[in-house]
């Protein structure tokens, strides 16, 4: 067997690497500041700044503002346009259309009806490429998906709440450029991990996404956890109650989602306040008659965090999805749930926090993320 040995150009690929993480991650940043964070010689951070530059991944921005004497450091920045990619977030009933540049930022396309047909939806997502790749030079598609996702084969192994199994996805995808999938919760708490300060230094987390079912992304020793068969994080499905007679879309009874989704909040709703006119959760969220139902919500939404703290032992929970933005005492509720009931010292240390995006899904800047990492692993 042969050890394959880290040559000279292997180890300037991997440099060249983590100059570029670091651009994406720190901004503004000049070559001495990239060479005080990761202690290469300022002659070889140069040298590979020079090269990126040439090649189209950055440029120079300018004088950077500085108190401090001497000489003036020029900032760098990463090109938006040297790769582009097409996102999609898909929701069960809506999707969203959207373009991820290489600097990070998102530029929402559209937002559409999601077809019930996965093939129908991925003739929509042809639709979109053709279109936008006139005007955009796109090199990547890459999906969100609320279902459990073989990111090997790029097959969707099951969407419960959308009812689609065994989807290959290039079966229907016959596009000029590379497709990537994943899960919807995974791409969540990967956006978390690279853009949050406050989870600079975690490395157990998990992203609980509250749509119209309940998905998690468990994050351990920094990286993705999904599972020998990808289904890891599958908590939505963890049974809440053994009694329940409620089906759930994956084929068992009380799951937790049924009592922790905003289709729990909008079935109820639509029940005990029919002299309502409910129209979405988040019209839902801001009606005074809800509280009690919102309160319930957010104690079923706590318990089923405890059994997750109890199985994961991890340091940070975030929160995302439909219920950003909800009222305080709906958080309040949530967390007290957990600091009374989950296993101590972890019910006491554990940090609870929303998402930090708010104008743009967490899942969507995940699924950008992807593309720009796709781009990075490969460098040569």
């Known amino acids: 067997m042969s050890i394959s040995k880290y040559d000279s150009s292997n180890i300037k690929i991997l440099n060249k690497k983590i100059i570029l993480r670091l651009l994406h991650r720190r901004k503004p940043i000049s070559r001495n500041d990239i060479s005080e964070v990761t202690g290469l ?28 004497p001497g000489r003036k450091k020029i900032s760098l920045k990463v090109n938006p346009d040297y790769h582009i990619a097409l996102l999609f977030d898909v929701g069960v009933t809506y999707s969203t259309a959207a373009l991820g540049f290489y600097d990070g930022t998102i530029k929402v396309i559209e937002t559409f009806k999601t077809p019930k047909d996965y093939s129908k939806f991925f003739e929509k997502v042809k639709y979109y490429y053709h279109n936008l790749k006139k005007l955009f030079d796109i090199s990547l598609v890459v999906l969100s998906i609320p279902g459990i996702v073989d990111t090997d084969k790029g097959i969707i192994i099951t969407a419960p709440n959308l009812e689609w199994r065994d989807v290959e996805i290039g079966k229907y995808l016959d596009i000029e450029v590379p497709i990537m999938a994943d899960n919807e919760a995974n791409l969540s708490v990967l956006a978390e991990k690279y853009y949050s300060k406050a ?10 996404l509250v749509r119209e079912g309940v998905g998690t992304g468990v994050m351990l020793n920094g990286k993705l956890f ?8 599958e908590f939505g499905h963890m049974t809440m109650d053994i009694n329940s007679d409620k089906s759930c ?26 002299n309502h006119q409910i129209t979405d959760f988040k019209s ?23 059994n997750i703290i109890n199985a994961v032992n991890a340091e940070a929970i975030v929160l995302g999805g439909e219920i950003i933005g909800m009222p305080e005492y709906f958080y309040r509720q949530l967390i007290s749930v957990v600091r009374k009931k989950a296993l101590k010292p972890a019910a006491s240390k554990v940090i609870i926090m929303p998402s930090i995006f708010r104008d743009v899904s967490s899942n969507l800047v995940g699924a950008s993320i992807c593309a720009i990492e796709y781009v990075i692993d490969n460098i040569r």
């Open 249 to 274: 879309h994956c084929g068992k009874t009380g799951c937790w989602e049924l009592y922790s989704s905003i289709r729990y909040a909008l079935g109820r709703a639509r029940k005990e306040l029919k």
């Open 41 to 68: 010689k300022a002659s070889s951070v140069t040298r590979l700044v020079n090269e990126l530059i040439a090649e189209g991944h950055i440029f120079e921005a300018g004088v950077m503002v500085s108190d401090s």
């Open 284 to 306: 839902l969220s801001k009606m005074p008659e809800a509280r009690q139902i919102l309160f319930d919500m957010a104690t079923n939404l706590g318990e089923g965090i405890v």
């Open 199 to 208: 989870l600079s230094n975690v490395n157990d987390i998990v992203f609980v």
């Open 226 to 233: 999904r599972g020998k068969f990808f289904s890891a994080g």
